[in-house]
């Protein structure tokens, strides 16, 4: 029997819940396409990728606040090393920083598609998990002690693309979402495990 990938894992108040594919349709998914406009900090050419999006009643069964609206999760998965800052509403990303802000034609590999595959996702079973121990699985998340809900997304084995090639995904390259749902404001970073 195999083990059901986890897509997404999130953190919150000393619970840890993955996130994983679903059979059937979702409020919450993986990829796709972007739903909310993206302004504020200049950056390009290439658009952010959206990761995933997180539906209330899904945090809300995390008993993490989430007013009103999904949580979007975007990254520049075209800019070497992407680190960010949002505030997001219904309709709009406000993009407060983005480094670097310029893409790369090439990266994380040659002919990097624009969408990731969509994937709606669940909630699994959560579990009691300390931030220490959650922290020591997926290293460098020091920056995220203090948020208030902390999202990582690692490398997926199953959605039929490689998040950063052979080298990156072996690495155990992962996205790392420090989260103010009450403030509706993200901080985004990929760590190494």
Not at 92 to 120: G, N, T
Not at 127 to 144: H, I, M, Y
Not at 150 to 173: C, F, N, R
Request: glycine share 8%; net charge negative; with cysteine.
């Amino acid at each position: 029997m195999s083990a059901v990938e986890e897509l997404l894992v999130v953190h919150h108040a000393g619970r840890t819940t993955p996130f994983v594919a679903s059979a059937r349709r979702s409020l919450s998914w993986f990829g796709g396409p972007r739903v909310r406009t993206v302004r504020g900090a200049a950056h390009g050419p290439r658009a952010l990728h959206a990761i995933a999006a997180l539906s209330p009643e899904h945090v809300l069964a995390l008993r993490a606040p989430l007013p009103g609206s999904v949580l979007p999760l975007v990254y520049g998965l075209a800019y070497d090393a992407c680190e960010l800052e949002y505030a997001y509403d219904l309709d709009a990303i406000e993009l407060a920083s983005i480094a670097p802000a310029r893409s790369e034609d090439d990266w994380p590999y040659p002919h990097y598609p624009e969408l990731l595959p969509y994937v709606p996702v669940e909630p699994g079973a959560p579990r009691a998990e300390s931030w220490d121990a959650f922290a020591a699985r997926f290293g460098g998340l020091a920056r995220a002690a203090e948020a208030e809900l902390v999202v990582v997304v690692p490398p997926p084995a199953t959605i039929g693309q490689s998040l950063w090639g052979p080298d990156g995904d072996a690495e155990g390259a992962t996205i790392v979402f420090a989260c103010s749902p009450r403030e509706r404001r993200v901080s985004a970073w990929n760590v190494c495990a």
